[in-house]
């Protein structure tokens, strides 16, 4: 058990050296969905203005709001955004962590670690967040 913590510690400094606070979570997340521009999902179009929540846009013409975590793991995500970043990290480099490990690492209810880490382990196999873990992965 004392090794799997040092190994973890090891592992995530380069994560929360880059993604220190939910700020810098959803600016990544937002540079990320929209890295080809912005278009909206409802009619389409291209224009848009700052939304009301931090990193969200707003379509300028049909004025849906789409916030940075919509359409990816981390939408209506209950917990930091920092701590599900940290989690999803761990989960996708250790598979074989439970939940009551994580629970404590991060100090979140072992039940709420438990549907997340369910959550990311399904979308790695429908791979339709692949390309945004990917992404995370990267920070070593
Ligand atoms: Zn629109």
Redesign the pocket.
Known sequence: MKGKVVDYEELVIGLRKRFPTDDACLKFLADFKWKDGFK??????TNYCKGKTPYSRR??????EESATAHTIFHRCKIPMTKAFEMAYMVCNKNELSSGFLSKKLKIRQMTCYTFQKKIKLCLKDKENVPLLAEIMKSK
């Open positions: 909206c999902t409802k009619c389409g179009h379509c300028t013409r049909c004025k849906k």
